[in-house]
């Protein structure tokens, strides 16, 4: 399976980095493709909401960034990982830009080989999670209708814990 991670963290050695490393050692365990973007690391504008995409673009937006990259990997994706620290008690604003330049990939209907998503979040409070929720039920699961493979989630002393590494690769490892 062709797996697309997009990491929201700006912090290369951050909780939310280690969590996605663990998932992807073990998704690749299993033979599956796992492409993590760094989104903190890319040029990638908020929309514009010009409606480009769904006149003259058919489809395509007309900011041409490094949100290209995210495009191009998202046609091929057959499973989706969000991945973000909480900031503010949702998703960093660099991710929050990447999902709302799905607007003109994701209309009328999601990508064709989209089939499956989960979400990975790190916060310092085990009780900040429900805005990166409300977005990952109304966005993918109920927008998009894609499965529901899990939300993992460390707070606290529970961040870069081998206990949650291996609760990752072993999620990874089990997907079929």
Same mark, same amino acid.
């Given at each position: 399976?062709?797996?697309?991670?997009?990491?929201?963290?700006?912090?290369?050695?951050?909780?939310?980095? $280690?969590? %996605?490393?663990?998932? &992807?050692k073990g998704a690749e365990s299993a033979g599956?493709?796992? $492409?993590? %973007?760094?989104?903190? &690391?890319?040029?990638?504008g908020g929309c514009l909401a010009?409606?480009?995409?769904?006149?003259?673009?058919?489809?395509e937006c007309i900011q041409k960034d490094d949100m290209q990259e995210v495009y191009n990997l998202l046609k091929e994706a057959e499973m989706l990982v969000i991945a973000s620290p909480i900031y503010y008690h949702g998703?960093?604003?660099?991710?929050?830009?990447?999902?709302?330049?799905?607007?003109s990939a994701a209309y009328p209907r999601g990508p064709k080989n989209l089939k499956k998503v989960a979400m990975i979040l790190s916060s310092g409070d085990a009780n900040m999670y429900e805005g990166a929720?409300?977005?990952?039920?109304?966005?993918?699961?109920d927008y998009l209708g894609l499965e529901n493979m899990g939300v993992?989630?460390?707070?606290?002393?529970?961040?870069?814990?081998e206990k949650k590494r291996e609760e990752l690769r072993a999620f990874g490892a089990s997907l079929r």
């Open positions: 399976m062709k797996i697309l991670v997009l990491n929201g963290s700006p912090h290369p050695q951050g909780s939310t980095k $280690d969590m %996605v490393n663990a998932f &992807k599956h493709i796992v $492409d993590v %973007v760094d989104v903190c &690391k890319k040029k990638i010009c409606e480009y995409c769904h006149s003259k673009g058919h489809g998703i960093s604003g660099q991710l929050k830009c990447v999902i709302d330049r799905f607007y929720l409300f977005s990952f039920k109304g966005d993918f699961l993992f989630t460390a707070h606290g002393s529970e961040n870069k814990s």
